[in-house]
């Protein structure tokens, strides 16, 4: 009889949860956790783990040392797109294929991008602050001159399954969509630019790229400085695609208008950062993809990827080249 696969779980998705998402898979999996939500507790989890369900937190990161520490490992399965929480070079050069979640919360953060635009273009979020201080901002807000959504020209950075389904949702709305990404989609219904034209036609720039060592630092002060005055930043992206500082400056020398940022340069924001007192800036903790049939449709991801790979099933989604055929060691 074939010894039942090591599954390491790795938190915040609880253990109650990946027990009952598992049970069906029985006797084939042997599903386990850290004793301790730490560093040693990781190390110590790993030293057997075959199949490792990420922590999309970071807190707990796969990093070099954490990868040298798992001798049998096989396969990283992130519920999540992103893998910044992994040393994606370390497991590439161990031959271990790495999958990511792409696509789980596409029409969740898509949503969230269009919502945040409209919340700017009206100045929701200002209207409601000042009323619940006692204030009737009703022309203060006229003269700051409210928009409506379908008249912005929208810029998407990134066209992977959160940016065209960004897109599709503003053009449904009678927007005039733009793209950038660094392969051009032929059948794509939005109009491919450059990115600095891209930057320099859009009044609402919507970032939904991975943050990969070529992204990082991609919207920098001097990019961002080619935005049309009065434009709007929404980044469900990564912190560090925008930098913060760089985002502030935008803001206070008006180049930008507004923004709404579900992430951040590091994470949980901190307590006295300055984007948490600007009157300009619509905050969300990392929760653009958050919905209920998101979560729903992570958790089965997860499932069915792990469950293909303890079958000897080809694995989907792999980011980083390595043969899907998950093998043992």
Not at 40 to 56: P, Q, R, T, Y
Not at 109 to 128: I, M
Not at 133 to 149: D, F, H, K, S, Y
């Amino acid at each position: 009889m074939t010894a039942p696969w090591r599954v390491l779980s790795l938190p915040p998705i609880g253990e109650d949860v990946m027990r009952g998402l598992f049970a069906p898979l029985g006797d084939a999996v042997e599903l386990r956790f850290p004793r301790t939500a730490d560093r040693a507790g990781l190390h110590a989890a790993l030293a057997d783990a075959e199949i490792v369900i990420g922590d999309f937190t970071g807190r707990l990161a796969l990093d070099a040392a954490a990868v040298a520490a798992a001798p049998h490992l096989a396969f990283v399965q992130m519920p999540a797109v992103g893998t910044d929480s992994l040393d994606v070079a370390a497991l590439t050069a161990r031959d271990v294929p790495v999958a990511n979640a792409a696509g789980y919360n596409r029409r969740g953060v898509a949503e969230w991008a269009v919502g945040a635009a409209f919340a700017l273009c009206r100045q929701l979020v200002r209207a409601d602050r000042e009323m619940r201080a006692g204030g009737w901002p009703q022309m203060e807000i006229v003269e700051r001159r409210p928009r409506e959504l379908h008249a912005q020209r929208v810029g998407i950075v990134g066209f992977g399954a959160i940016g065209s389904e960004t897109a599709r949702l503003f053009q449904a709305l009678g927007c005039d969509v733009s793209y950038w990404t660094r392969r051009p989609r032929p059948e794509a219904s939005a109009t491919y630019r450059a990115l600095d034209d891209l930057v320099a036609s859009s009044d609402v720039l919507v970032l939904a790229v991975p943050l990969t060592d070529e992204t990082r630092g991609l919207l920098g002060p001097d990019r961002l400085a080619l935005l049309p005055d009065g434009a709007l930043l929404v980044n469900v992206a990564r912190g560090g695609i925008a930098p913060d500082d760089a985002v502030l400056a935008a803001l206070e020398s008006g180049r930008l208008a507004g923004a709404a940022l579900d992430v951040f340069d590091a994470e949980p924001l901190a307590d006295d950062h300055p984007l948490r007192s600007h009157d300009r800036v619509l905050l969300s903790p990392h929760l653009a993809g958050a919905s209920d049939l998101s979560q729903v449709n992570l958790v089965v991801m997860v499932r069915d990827n792990v469950a293909a790979a303890v079958r000897g099933d080809r694995v989907q989604n792999v980011v980083n080249g390595v043969d899907p055929q998950v093998k043992r060691r």
